[in-house]
């Protein structure tokens, strides 16, 4: 089994920054994607970032410029460091990652989600 655990939440005011880690643990051989969403109240649940085993990274629109996401592949975490944050982009954010398990099969796994709250 895998366990992805996010951390780096909290309160901020309108501009600020905030940075998001996320630590993948358990049965991981390697990691394909790994990926932000957020779930705002009321909203759907959409995509913020991913980055992929190479590096390439991909980026909402309404986020790119303020936000970056990166990857320690030794310590099969993916960082998203938001800056600039808007009071519009209180939600939500998960981690998401595509993972190789031992069998070599692939499976996608969500984090439990951590709370980001942006205030004007």
């Known amino acids: 089994q895998v366990q992805l655990v996010e951390s780096g939440g909290g309160s901020v005011q309108a501009a600020e920054s905030l940075r998001l880690s996320c630590v993948a643990s358990?049965?991981?051989?390697?990691?394909?994607?790994m990926r932000w969403y957020r779930q705002a109240p009321g909203k759907e649940r959409e995509m913020v970032a991913q980055?992929?085993?190479?590096?390439?990274?991909d980026y909402a629109d309404s986020v790119k410029d303020r936000f970056t996401i990166s990857r320690d592949g030794d310590k099969n975490a993916v960082i998203l460091q938001m800056n600039n944050l808007r009071p519009g982009e209180t939600a939500v954010y998960y981690c998401?990652?595509?993972?190789?398990?031992?069998?070599?099969?692939?499976?996608?796994?969500w984090g439990q989600g951590t709370q980001v709250i942006v205030s004007s």
């Open positions: 358990g049965a991981v051989v390697g990691i394909d994607y």
């Open positions: 980055i992929d085993i190479t590096g390439w990274a």
């Open positions: 998401n990652a595509d993972v190789r398990g031992w069998t070599g099969r692939t499976k996608n796994y």
